[in-house]
């Protein structure tokens, strides 16, 4: 517990001793001065602050509505009502302060994934523990069973299990051995590693996450402002009621001023707006904590509303239905021999990070870093021009093939046709295929079911391919052969189609389609821990490559939809009755405070249960 909420124990202690002492002593003159101090002992701090705010705009606060409540109720002669309501609204402060802290504390300990040290192994073999950002790039690192890893690296010696359910959510361990790359964040389980650093420690996966995870409070979501709003209204109207309460009914019936100023009080004590606006944000809190435990991040808690109501999903293809690594099925080579055709290819394709030369590197199977390749170009959606050893090299499909100037021969086999032209002649292709993830097709059928009425697939590969991958994926709409520009326009049709209403979701890999990231209602990559730029413009992001996560993520959006609209109708709703009832004089100062409070703890207990979603 912390310091604040003990100093507040011990005042809430100091005054229910004085509040008992006055109630046994019978003498009006011992009982008034007791109770005026326990009075001041348990609410001197909200006096002082609503004397202090009444020179700001925002000045009808809940601070205000308890100082003028208790300050009447001792103007009447009402002392231990007085003293009682302040002393509950502080308990009840005290009790959501501990619950807040408690959840963003479990909110926390979920990302608790910052490490803390890391072993650096020195040329001479030996060893030293510094702190992860003074480890510099390609340094080696040990790292033990049961330590975190803290940096990114590849795998220079050792096998080990390593646990990524921080990151990514999976509970399943991934085995790993010497050339396999390993995350900063990740533990490791078994065996003793030795990892060769490819990157520092602000770069590094880590890092990229706390940062998005302390950011993810930026974007606020409509009902999170409107409740903001509402508070700012909400009370000046009470405080408003409250006086009409005390005037109007005795001036008309000339009834017992005392008697409608103690109602009047009354409605101040129940209308404090607290239990909404602790309880909201917090259930968006809980709800963003509870996917980020699944490998989801989201970066604001309007992306969780609009996820909750989704209902058309565009899928990037490449990367995101399909692994994203291709393997060469065949070589069709003109003029030249397979291996120079591969190794043509593959060293225009040396910097560029999409998976067809990710694919291509790896088949060439030869030593590209003594080639000379300068004056590289990217064509988005196309392919990819270098110079290669003096010569003008141009690897993609038929549309660059056309930029090149050259004819490209037609190719029967199904799967991306990477055609090659080396000074502007024809040299042949080379055929490759992706393969479908496993996830891909339940997913989409999971999201049918859970009534998404439009799915999508967009890419700017071949309609053989395309068409081929969404039957499996079981994707009706399909448009194939999409340059980058021609993905916007698709994205900007379809927003028209859904009539603008802030449903339309995109998941992407990251890679050359940012921009339709950013478009979407909600950009959702997948696999974005390698991809700086797809973090930046997604929403939501993926730890994992699992296209199940999207129906998890929308799960978990609705059920913190649910428990946000829960509170606000289920605090209101009590409010409005008490308060019928306290004008009514039905029920007294006493229910008021209790009403009050009993709807504050409730609201934060079902609050949390946004932390706490379904596996699926
Ligand atoms: P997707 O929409 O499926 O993610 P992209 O828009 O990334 O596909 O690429 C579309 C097509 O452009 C690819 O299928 C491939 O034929 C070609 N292409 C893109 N980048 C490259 C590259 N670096 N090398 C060769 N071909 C490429
Ligand atoms: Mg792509």
Redesign the pocket.
């Known amino acids: 517990m912390e310091k604040e909420q003990k100093k507040v124990i011990i005042r809430i202690a100091l005054s229910a001793i004085l509040f008992v002492a006055a109630l046994i002593i019978e003498s009006d003159y011992v009982k008034i001065p007791f109770l005026t101090i326990a009075y001041l002992i348990s609410g001197w701090d909200v006096l002082w602050r609503s004397v202090r705010n009444v020179s700001r705009v925002y000045f009808l606060d809940e601070q205000f509505l308890m100082s003028i409540a208790t300050l009447g109720a001792f103007a009447i002669g009402e002392y231990p009502e007085a003293v009682a309501v302040m002393a509950f609204y502080q308990i009840g402060e005290l009790f959501q302060d501990i619950a807040v802290s408690k959840s963003r504390r479990s909110i926390t300990a979920l990302m608790d994934i910052r490490p803390d040290h890391a072993v650096v192994e020195y040329a001479d073999g030996s060893v030293r523990t510094v702190a992860p950002d003074s480890v510099s790039v390609g340094s080696i690192i040990v790292v033990k069973p049961g330590e975190k890893i803290p940096l990114d690296g590849c795998v220079v010696s050792g096998y080990s299990a390593i646990d990524t359910s921080a990151l990514t959510g999976e509970s399943m361990p991934r085995e790993v051995s010497a050339g396999d790359s390993v995350l900063s964040g990740t533990l490791n389980m078994s065996g003793m590693l030795r990892i060769r650093t490819s990157g520092s420690y602000g770069e590094s996966t880590v890092v990229k996450i706390i940062n998005l995870v302390e950011n993810a409070e930026t974007g606020k979501a409509k009902t999170e402002k409107f409740i903001t709003r509402f508070a700012r209204y909400y009370t000046p109207v009470v405080v408003a009621v409250a006086v009409l309460v005390a005037v109007v009914p005795p001036l008309i019936t000339g009834g017992d001023w005392i008697e409608w100023l103690d109602r009047a009080l009354v409605a101040l004590v129940i209308s404090c707006p607290c239990a909404l606006v602790i309880s909201v944000p917090l259930s968006f809190y809980a709800g963003i904590g509870c996917a980020s435990r699944h490998g989801i991040l989201i970066k604001g808690s309007n992306y969780l509303e609009i996820l909750a109501r989704a209902d058309t999903i565009v899928f990037?293809?490449?990367?995101t239905l399909t692994n994203g690594d291709f393997y060469v099925t065949a070589v069709h080579p003109e003029c030249v021999d397979s291996d120079r055709l591969l190794y043509l290819a593959a060293c225009a394709?040396r910097y560029?990070d999409?998976p067809?030369?990710v694919s291509l590197r790896k088949a060439s199977g030869q030593n590209l870093d003594e080639a000379e390749v300068s004056d590289v170009r990217d064509f988005s959606?196309?392919?990819?021009f270098a110079k290669v050893e003096g010569h003008d090299v141009y690897?993609?499909?038929t549309r660059l093939m056309e930029r090149a100037g050259v004819e490209a021969r037609e190719c029967d086999r199904i799967g991306?046709i990477?055609h090659v032209a080396v000074d502007g002649k024809y040299m042949g292709h080379i055929v490759i295929s992706d393969s479908l993830k496993p996830e891909s097709t339940e997913s989409v059928k999971t999201l049918i079911r859970k009534g998404v009425s439009r799915i999508v697939m967009?890419?700017?590969?071949r309609q053989d391919v395309a068409d081929s991958v969404a039957r499996q994926a079981g994707i009706a709409e399909v448009y194939a052969g999409?340059l980058?520009v021609d993905k916007v326009r698709r994205m900007e049709s379809l927003h028209s189609d859904s009539g603008y209403t802030g449903r339309v979701a995109f998941v992407g890999d990251g890679?050359?389609?940012a921009p339709v990231l950013k478009m979407a209602d909600v950009g959702i990559a997948m696999g974005a821990m390698g991809s700086d730029a797809a973090i930046e413009a997604a929403d939501v992001v993926l730890m994992d490559d699992n296209p199940l996560k999207i129906p998890v993520s929308i799960d978990v959006s609705r059920k913190t939809m649910r428990i946000v609209r829960q509170n606000i109708v289920f605090a209101i709703g009590v409010k409005l009755i008490v308060l019928a009832l306290g004008t009514a004089g039905l029920t007294g100062m006493w229910a008021a405070v209790f009403a009050d409070i009993g709807v504050t703890v409730i609201a934060i207990f079902n609050a949390m249960r946004a932390l706490y979603c379904s596996q699926r």
């Open positions: 990037d293809k490449t990367g394709e560029s999409h067809v030369a959606g196309e392919g990819i690897a993609g499909n991306t990477v967009l890419t700017g590969d999409l980058p890679i050359n389609d």
